[in-house]
Structure formats: structure tokens, C-alpha cells
């Protein structure tokens, strides 16, 4: 109702994991962030409702022609 996001939402844990045996430098390590389910819901919902249509038909002046990342 208020148009925002709430502040839970917003929020991961972010859990260290080795990428090593026996890791020594925080390098070592990768960094696996948990985020809120109802989060995750909302972004794909926002995702697939909003962004996907609107790139399906874009505007000519916008090319895709060489975009390979990020689509279906």
C-alpha cells in the first residue's frame, strides 16, 4: 500500500564458502548470498510480467542484435 519495499525483503545472509581445502585468505572463499522467498517471488513476477514484454517488441532505435547474456 505504502509503494515500497520492505526492509526485510531487502536483506540476504551472506555465507562464506571455501573454494579451497583449507582456505587462508578471504580470497579463498565465495561469498553465496540467501535472500528472502518472497523477494526472490517478487523479482521473477516483476521480471517476467514486466521487463520480458517489454523487450519482446523494443523501440527501433534500441539493437539487440548482438545482446546474448540475460535472455530466454
Known amino acids: 500500500m505504502e ?3 520492505p526492509q526485510q525483503w531487502k ?3 551472506i ?4 573454494k579451497v581445502p583449507r582456505p587462508t585468505k578471504p580470497s579463498e572463499f565465495r561469498p ?8 526472490r ?3 521473477k513476477y ?3 510480467h514486466h521487463i520480458y514484454p517489454a523487450l519482446r517488441d523494443p523501440p527501433p532505435q534500441l539493437n539487440f542484435e ?3 547474456a540475460f535472455r530466454r
Open 3 to 5: 509503494g515500497t519495499v
Open 11 to 13: 536483506t540476504a545472509a
Open 15 to 18: 555465507t562464506p564458502i571455501p
Open 32 to 39: 553465496i548470498s540467501v535472500t528472502p522467498v518472497l523477494s
Open 41 to 43: 517471488s517478487l523479482e
Open 46 to 48: 516483476v521480471v517476467c
Open 66 to 68: 548482438d545482446q546474448y
